[in-house]
């Protein structure tokens, strides 16, 4: 890419950029990140969002789970990316890692589309990486425009083949533990039309007993321009996952007989999930709407659901999902006493609901009768303002406001434990204050502070006492968000994102198993928390061909007031979250997209429970990947790529199970794994 300081490059996020994202040539000034709600320029925008765009996403990468993009983000720690049928756990500054699978206090937006629910959980297994064009982070509170559970947001952008070239192209891969996945992939762009389809097929052994996975993928957008400044979008995404067996956590003392074995009750209870999800989205956008800009989406998600959880009881799970909503926001720049004032104001209404029953399975693996048959009905109304002005030409004010009504509500059809039904509805309020200093072209200094809130999802609101409903005791967690941030970009190539947060939580949400044959996970506040730390990224284009990256996290997640059965937690670690992350990558990029990249990682120690009891030791992680062009003409060209993950074959684990009972805590990931592929393009 040419450098020019006319030419912005247009990346649909909330806030900023880290540097190491921008693309070779360019300078950061000239990027603008846009909406889901407010454009801005990069140099205006008072928090902190890390992008990855489309090479990192793909080149040379198997794509089949975020952790292979996201190592680059600072902040940012994602689990279990071996186990299909738990999920990906993520956390960012320490939202989301209590979630013993799934995904809870961050926002999930695909394409527009919250994928987060309005009880505030999500999943990760329609996300279609072949065709994202891009995957950002936001790694601050993002309350006061996404509303419940959004501690962080990951936002993943997919093709519409709008500014690509007509291609199709066809992709295999195959690996260590029979490791498959083919990919079919067609970009067309004709006159008002354009259209991107992206289907896909894996199959995986894994490298633990009970791990196989099967799973099939469609991913289309179509975008119609209506005019210069109007557009219309449909998006369809239909995920078939007929099989994800889930090996379950292991003891230490199985950990050190056999790393591979699948856990207790996991190949008996057949444990695992199977998914049919299909989405639909419609999308419009006005530019010209009187003096402003009109956006409105609409979608619809049904979701069908079977999981086996690996202890006897009330371990088979099962529901129909529907979901929908909309939304529309309108934004517009004029003057306020003479100074340059924009703003955004939006609505949202969210539905969620879910016919869920439970089956009780023996110890001896026979399923027998239900033990829970209820409707969940969760319901969101969203309002929100955010602006924007500009004090001077160098410094920017940033306001925003949002108020959030949430209903959750039980209707229980099982007549056998009496009438277990209830409800809790909570009403919000979230704010944001900034300020943007652009000391030099290139050059930033900001600071922000906001609020978040992040309800108990219908899971954790479940009773320990065995009692139906609602939980009445467990009640959402609130934070108080501080971020102070520098960035710049220097001439010599070397572009920079320092950032430095705090974080303080009341009735922090925490995890925890009962003693016994039954593993199922309850919830309770756990009193106050404090989240500090520092993120450090950086770049080095110091050649035409390398480039090396830098990614640091330094914190500290502790417990500030916690008691539970005559236990003091105070200053002990949160669980589940290393304090020191720090990730490192070199590239080579020859002619012909000859390239090659190694990539290493150190993830600090960690604690597995509350009492810090139980350690998780430190590791570091190397990969290697590279590619080369086999072909090429004007009709064809074929691609070929490898890598190696886990180059050096350390043991370490996959995913920590937090307070987990009976000392199963451990799901250990494979050692050394390849994988090769061939791509053709036509």
Same mark, same amino acid.
């Given at each position: 890419?040419?450098?020019?300081?006319?030419?912005?490059?247009?990346?649909?996020?909330?806030?900023?950029?880290?540097?190491?994202?921008?693309?070779?040539?360019?300078?950061?000034?000239?990027?603008?990140?846009?909406?889901?709600?407010?454009?801005?320029?990069?140099?205006?925008?008072?928090?902190?969002?890390?992008?990855?765009?489309?090479?990192?996403?793909?080149?040379?990468?198997?794509?089949?789970?975020?952790?292979?993009?996201?190592?680059?983000?600072?902040?940012?720690?994602?689990?279990?990316?071996?186990?299909?049928?738990?999920?990906?756990?993520?956390?960012?500054?320490?939202?989301?890692?209590? #979630?013993?699978?799934?995904?809870?206090?961050?926002?999930?937006?695909?394409?527009?589309?919250?994928?987060?629910?309005?009880?505030?959980?999500?999943?990760?297994?329609?996300?279609?990486?072949?065709?994202?064009?891009?995957?950002?982070?936001?790694?601050?509170?993002?309350?006061?425009?996404?509303?419940?559970?959004?501690?962080?947001?990951?936002?993943?952008?997919?093709?519409?083949?709008?500014?690509?070239?007509?291609?199709?192209?066809?992709?295999?891969?195959?690996?260590?533990?029979?490791?498959?996945?083919?990919?079919?992939?067609?970009?067309?762009?004709?006159?008002?039309?354009?259209?991107?389809?992206?289907?896909?097929?894996?199959?995986?052994?894994?490298?633990?007993?009970?791990?196989?996975?099967?799973?099939?993928?469609?991913?289309? &957008?179509?975008?119609?321009?209506?005019? &210069?400044?109007?557009?219309?979008?449909?998006?369809?995404?239909?995920?078939?996952?007929?099989?994800?067996?889930?090996?379950?956590?292991?003891?230490?003392?199985?950990?050190?007989?056999?790393?591979?074995?699948?856990?207790?009750?996991?190949?008996?209870?057949?444990?695992?999930?199977?998914?049919?999800?299909?989405?639909?989205?419609?999308?419009?956008?006005?530019?010209?709407?009187?003096?402003?800009?009109?956006?409105?989406?609409?979608?619809?998600?049904?979701?069908?659901?079977?999981?086996?959880?690996?202890?006897?009881?009330d371990s088979r799970i099962d529901y129909n999902r529907d979901y929908f909503g909309a939304s529309a926001d309108y934004r517009q720049s004029l003057q306020l006493a003479g100074l340059p004032f924009r703003y955004v104001a939006g609505l949202e209404a969210r539905r969620q609901k879910d016919e869920r029953i439970r089956r009780e399975m023996s110890f001896n693996g026979n399923l027998l009768g239900l033990t829970a048959d209820e409707l969940q009905t969760a319901t969101t109304l969203g309002v929100f303002v955010q602006s924007d002005l500009d004090l001077t030409d160098q410094l920017t004010l940033s306001i925003g406001g949002r108020f959030d009504r949430i209903r959750l509500k039980v209707d229980d059809d099982f007549a056998a434990d009496g009438n277990q039904s209830g409800n809790r509805t909570f009403r919000e309020w979230s704010g944001s204050t900034g300020l943007s200093y652009r000391y030099l072209p290139s050059h930033q200094a900001y600071a922000n502070i906001s609020t978040a809130f992040e309800t108990p999802t219908f899971s954790e609101f479940a009773n320990p006492s065995?009692?139906?409903?609602?939980?009445?005791?467990?009640?959402?967690? &609130?934070?108080?968000?501080?971020?102070?941030?520098?960035?710049?970009?220097?001439?010599?190539?070397?572009?920079?994102?320092?950032?430095?947060?705090?974080?303080?939580?009341?009735?922090?949400?925490?995890?925890?198993?009962?003693?016994?044959?039954?593993?199922?996970?309850?919830?309770?506040? #756990?009193?106050?928390?404090?989240?500090?730390?520092?993120?450090?990224?950086?770049?080095?284009?110091?050649?035409?061909?390398?480039?090396?990256?830098?990614?640091?996290?330094?914190?500290?997640?502790?417990?500030?007031?916690?008691?539970?059965?005559?236990?003091?937690?105070?200053?002990?670690?949160?669980?589940?979250?290393?304090?020191?992350?720090?990730?490192?990558?070199?590239?080579?990029?020859?002619?012909?997209?000859?390239?090659?990249?190694?990539?290493?990682?150190?993830?600090?120690?960690?604690?597995?429970?509350?009492?810090?009891?139980?350690?998780?030791?430190?590791?570091?992680? #190397?990969?290697?990947?590279?590619?080369?062009?086999?072909?090429?003409?004007?009709?064809?060209?074929?691609?070929?790529?490898?890598?190696?993950?886990?180059?050096?074959? &350390?043991?370490?684990?996959?995913?920590?199970?937090?307070?987990?009972?009976?000392?199963?805590?451990?799901?250990?990931?494979?050692?050394?794994?390849?994988?090769?592929?061939?791509?053709?393009?036509?």
């Amino acid at each position: 890419m040419k450098n020019s300081k006319s030419q912005r490059l247009f990346l649909s996020g909330l806030l900023t950029l880290p540097f190491t994202m921008t693309a070779h040539g360019q300078s950061s000034a000239d990027i603008v990140v846009t909406a889901p709600v407010m454009e801005r320029e990069l140099y205006k925008t008072p928090a902190a969002i890390s992008v990855v765009r489309r090479e990192s996403i793909q080149q040379g990468q198997p794509r089949s789970k975020l952790n292979e993009t996201l190592s680059q983000v600072p902040g940012v720690f994602l689990q279990n990316q071996e186990n299909f049928a738990q999920g990906e756990r993520i956390a960012i500054r320490g939202f989301g890692a209590r #979630a013993p699978f799934g995904v809870r206090g961050v926002t999930i937006m695909v394409d527009g589309i919250p994928y987060t629910l309005p009880d505030g959980q999500a999943q990760l297994d329609a996300i279609d990486l072949d065709s994202a064009e891009r995957i950002e982070v936001i790694r601050g509170s993002a309350s006061v425009l996404y509303g419940n559970a959004a501690g962080g947001v990951i936002s993943v952008t997919t093709s519409d083949g709008h500014r690509k070239p007509d291609k199709t192209s066809v992709r295999t891969t195959g690996g260590s533990d029979n490791f498959g996945k083919v990919v079919i992939n067609n970009n067309q762009n004709s006159g008002p039309w354009s259209h991107s389809v992206s289907a896909s097929a894996l199959n995986y052994e894994g490298y633990r007993d009970h791990a196989r996975v099967e799973k099939y993928l469609l991913n289309t &957008k179509l975008r119609r321009e209506l005019d &210069k400044d109007r557009s219309l979008t449909a998006i369809i995404n239909l995920l078939e996952n007929p099989r994800s067996e889930d090996p379950g956590a292991l003891t230490a003392d199985q950990v050190e007989a056999d790393r591979s074995q699948a856990g207790r009750f996991t190949e008996q209870y057949n444990t695992g999930q199977t998914v049919d999800q299909q989405v639909l989205g419609l999308q419009y956008q006005d530019l010209s709407a009187g003096p402003g800009e009109l956006r409105a989406k609409t979608f619809y998600m049904r979701r069908n659901f079977e999981q086996q959880l690996p202890y006897p009881g009330d371990s088979r799970i099962d529901y129909n999902r529907d979901y929908f909503g909309a939304s529309a926001d309108y934004r517009q720049s004029l003057q306020l006493a003479g100074l340059p004032f924009r703003y955004v104001a939006g609505l949202e209404a969210r539905r969620q609901k879910d016919e869920r029953i439970r089956r009780e399975m023996s110890f001896n693996g026979n399923l027998l009768g239900l033990t829970a048959d209820e409707l969940q009905t969760a319901t969101t109304l969203g309002v929100f303002v955010q602006s924007d002005l500009d004090l001077t030409d160098q410094l920017t004010l940033s306001i925003g406001g949002r108020f959030d009504r949430i209903r959750l509500k039980v209707d229980d059809d099982f007549a056998a434990d009496g009438n277990q039904s209830g409800n809790r509805t909570f009403r919000e309020w979230s704010g944001s204050t900034g300020l943007s200093y652009r000391y030099l072209p290139s050059h930033q200094a900001y600071a922000n502070i906001s609020t978040a809130f992040e309800t108990p999802t219908f899971s954790e609101f479940a009773n320990p006492s065995g009692v139906g409903g609602l939980n009445s005791e467990t009640d959402p967690q &609130k934070s108080l968000n501080h971020e102070l941030g520098l960035r710049g970009d220097l001439s010599n190539g070397i572009d920079y994102d320092l950032t430095l947060f705090w974080v303080d939580v009341r009735d922090e949400l925490i995890p925890y198993e009962l003693t016994g044959p039954d593993d199922r996970t309850f919830y309770r506040n #756990a009193g106050d928390t404090t989240r500090k730390g520092f993120e450090a990224a950086a770049g080095w284009l110091f050649s035409p061909s390398w480039r090396a990256e830098t990614a640091l996290t330094l914190a500290s997640y502790t417990f500030e007031n916690y008691r539970s059965e005559g236990n003091n937690y105070d200053d002990n670690r949160l669980p589940g979250l290393p304090e020191k992350v720090w990730s490192n990558r070199l590239k080579w990029e020859g002619l012909g997209g000859t390239f090659v990249t190694l990539e290493a990682r150190y993830i600090g120690d960690m604690v597995a429970d509350s009492a810090n009891e139980v350690k998780i030791d430190d590791y570091w992680l #190397a990969n290697l990947r590279g590619g080369n062009t086999l072909y090429a003409d004007r009709n064809l060209l074929l691609k070929g790529f490898a890598g190696v993950r886990n180059l050096g074959g &350390k043991d370490y684990f996959a995913n920590v199970r937090i307070n987990a009972s009976n000392g199963r805590y451990f799901e250990p990931a494979a050692g050394r794994v390849w994988y090769l592929g061939l791509e053709t393009v036509f």
